[in-house]
């Protein structure tokens, strides 16, 4: 038996296993290969276990929030895919709340507001996991996540767990310390945020024009959110129009006639077709205007 064959048979005490899924049932850009071992976990606990699991059996691993901010190889992900649904959360009182890493940011994000909690308004468009919205400290109209995070519980190499104060996470411009590698957790398990006592129709108004800002400003259909970090001073999706790039075409990948920093998904584009793209865009961005763009979707698996 092999160690992904025994593993197979060892995650299935902890969450639901399949053999081969194909990735792209699970990402907002409707691409991406199969996994080799897909797991699927609805509490810490067995987020945990199997991580720990794979780690004990020398097999790859992947955490997989809801796929927003990844463009996975057509060859798929070698190894363990954790599929993240923890979602239990604990009201602590006084505006703080403990939540599983697995739970949707922007429904958590749209409850609180209602309830006439202060702090996440800006949150409520941005699709995603908790875990998710952790590693890349997530953001929008002038929020971001280390604006109310205070503490987030990480699984250690060796299995054991640790709360790490936010201020200790290194949590800049959609990233972080997980971002860079520079924490050994490979887990984010739970997160516990702060928020202040507001008035649930103001909240909701606020809610309500985000809204109205994101649906004229980003294209529907799917896509991963901006494609780049917006370099100091000026916008990525300005350089991408700059270059000419505005509705430019690979296959089925589109870079968007609405906002040139979204690549779209038209129909059957590959992950190939939107890499070509991408480094397109990148290469004549450089000729034009001699800006380096940095990704700000992952490119995970086996390229
Ligand atoms: C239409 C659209 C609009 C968007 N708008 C915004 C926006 O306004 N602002 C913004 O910041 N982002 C935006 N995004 C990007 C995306 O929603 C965020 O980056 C989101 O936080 C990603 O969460 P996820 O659960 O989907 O992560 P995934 O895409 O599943 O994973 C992303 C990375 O995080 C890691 N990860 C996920 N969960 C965990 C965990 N529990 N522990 C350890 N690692 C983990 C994964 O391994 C992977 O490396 C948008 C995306 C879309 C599709």
Known sequence: MSALERL?????????????????RHTTFGIGGPADLFVTVRDATALARAATAAREAGVDL???????NILVADSGI???????????????????????????FAAFARRMCRLGLDGLAWAAGIPGTLGGAVVYNAGAYGGCLADVLTRVRLLQPGGSDLWVDASDLGLVYRGSALTRRRLPG????????????????????RVAEFDRR??????????????????PGIPAWKLIETAGLRGARRGDAAISEKHCNFFV?????????????VEEAERRVRETSGVTLEREVAFVGAW
């Open 186 to 205: 490979e887990a984010v398990l739970e997160c516990e945020l702060s928020l202040t006592p507001g008035d649930p129709a103001a909240l909701t108004a």
């Open 62 to 68: 992947f955490v997989l929030g809801s796929g927003s």
């Open 78 to 104: 070698r190894g363990a895919v954790l599929d993240n649904r923890s979602a239990a959360e604990h009201d602590q009182g006084d505006g703080r709340f403990r939540i599983e890493s697995g739970v949707s």
């Open 8 to 24: 197979a048979a060892e995650m299935k005490a902890v969450g639901e296993v399949r053999r081969d899924e194909p990735l792209s």
């Open 265 to 277: 998904n038209e129909g059957a584009a590959s992950a190939a077709d939107v890499a070509a793209l």
């Open 214 to 231: 994101r649906l004229s400003a980003q294209p529907r259909g799917r896509n991963a959110g901006s494609m780049f970090k917006n370099p």
